[in-house]
């Protein structure tokens, strides 16, 4: 039996079960990171743009990542196989659905399933507050990232390459 996961009820159920300081705005559908800091009015940096990758353990197993940097900035694989000692791969978009219940672009940087390793890049920890696309492609949720850090407890990881 499939399980999907319905990541923006999960979402808000989790923020509002933690009293994180949050708000949501529904827009028009939009997943890429400039285009919908755009529509969101605010700087891409502080956007909080999420990824699946993939790490072979072995000939038969993987292992999923969420890997977590500004709107801005690229993961970078190379970053990633320093911290896993793996290398890594975007995950196909049918294990990103599988562990995400989500589409690519709406990926908030949450985990909701047991197989996925929540990492973040410094840079995201640093602003005041985070933006992401919650699940849904028309809906974005402004979190304080104080209450984001302390909800998720996440692996906090340099993911992005220093910008020249």
């Not at 705005?25 to 990758?53: C, F, T, Y």
């Not at 038969?60 to 190379?78: E, I, N």
């Not at 975007?90 to 589409?103: P, R």
Request: with cysteine; aromatic share 4%.
């Amino acid at each position: 039996m499939k399980i999907m996961i319905d990541a923006h009820k999960s979402l808000v159920a989790v923020l509002a079960t933690n009293n994180a300081r949050w708000r949501e705005l529904s827009h028009v559908p939009e997943g890429r990171s400039e285009q919908i800091a755009q529509i969101r009015g605010h700087d891409n940096h502080m956007a909080a743009k999420a990824m699946v990758l993939s790490c072979r353990e072995t000939k038969k197993t993987q292992k999923f990542y969420l890997a977590v940097v500004p709107g801005d900035c690229r993961v970078s694989l190379d970053r990633v196989k320093e911290h896993t000692g793996k290398r890594a791969s975007l995950a196909s978009l049918d294990k990103v659905q599988q562990l995400t219940g989500c589409e690519p672009g709406a990926v908030p940087p949450f985990s909701f399933h047991e197989d996925l390793t929540l990492l973040v890049d410094p840079e995201v920890t640093a602003q005041p507050e985070i933006v992401f696309n919650a699940g849904r492609l028309d809906r974005s949720i402004f979190l304080d990232t104080q209450d984001y850090v302390r909800v998720t407890n996440p692996t906090v990881v340099k993911l992005t390459d220093d910008q020249a």
